[in-house]
């Protein structure tokens, strides 16, 4: 799928490790995907537009890029809050909104509970960020929001992916950038991917 980017990295790899493990601790696994969003963030900035100024350095004045193309990053609370400051602080010149959504077994369906962005975010270039894509319901309904505020190109940044998730989403949505860590081929009867990382949230927050 040439619409997913997987990033190689020994140290990631390591970082992903000590995420799967069991006994990793909730501060710690806070710590490990606060660091590998950051890597996340720079992988899907490639492409930002800069702009050339003029500086002067302790020995002289040099041409210098700005970043003139300030995305808009969009955490899918409350497993997404976790990546969030992460990105900001790669990004620190980008702005961030917020979306609760959530897939309720009872129904079969997504429910929104909160939808919050920036103003101007017409056009403008959309980080979306949750650690896990497992089944994809939550994700497709978080973009298709998006796009009812008619924003920009939208990458969905997350540490890992279901192979069945993302077919799923890029069937939908065709015109989107997934970056990720891992893909994996398998998901239990309970919407876990396996091996994975368990509930993401949960084990930010200490929580069952």
């Known amino acids: 799928m040439k619409q997913v980017s997987v990033l190689d990295h020994p140290v ?11 006994t990793t601790s909730s501060s710690e696994f806070r710590i490990l995907v606060n660091e ?56 620190p010149f980008a702005k961030s909104g917020h979306i609760g959504i959530y897939r309720d077994k009872f129904i079969k369906n997504t429910v929104e509970y909160y939808f919050k962005l920036p103003d101007d975010c017409k056009g403008k270039k959309i980080l979306l ?50 970056y990720t860590l891992e893909v994996e081929n398998e998901i239990n009867d309970e919407g876990y991917l396996v091996p994975g990382i368990g509930d993401a949230g949960d084990r930010l927050y200490s929580t069952k």
Do not use: W
Not at 12 to 22: A, V
């Open 12 to 22: 990631l790899k390591h970082q992903l490790g000590r995420l799967r493990d069991e």
């Open 36 to 91: 590998m969003s950051r890597y996340l963030a720079f992988e899907a900035t490639r492409e930002l537009s800069t702009s050339t100024h003029t500086v002067n350095t302790p020995i002289c004045e040099a041409k210098v890029q700005k970043v003139t193309e300030a995305p808009i990053v969009v955490s899918v609370m409350r497993a997404g809050n976790g990546m969030l400051e992460g990105v900001l602080s790669s990004l």
């Open 129 to 178: 960020v949750d650690p896990l894509i497992a089944t994809a319901d939550t994700v497709i309904a978080c973009v298709d929001r998006l796009k009812q505020y008619e924003v920009g190109q939208i990458s969905i940044l997350c540490l890992i992916a279901g192979q069945l998730g993302l077919k799923k989403l890029l069937k939908y949505h065709p015109d989107i950038m997934v």
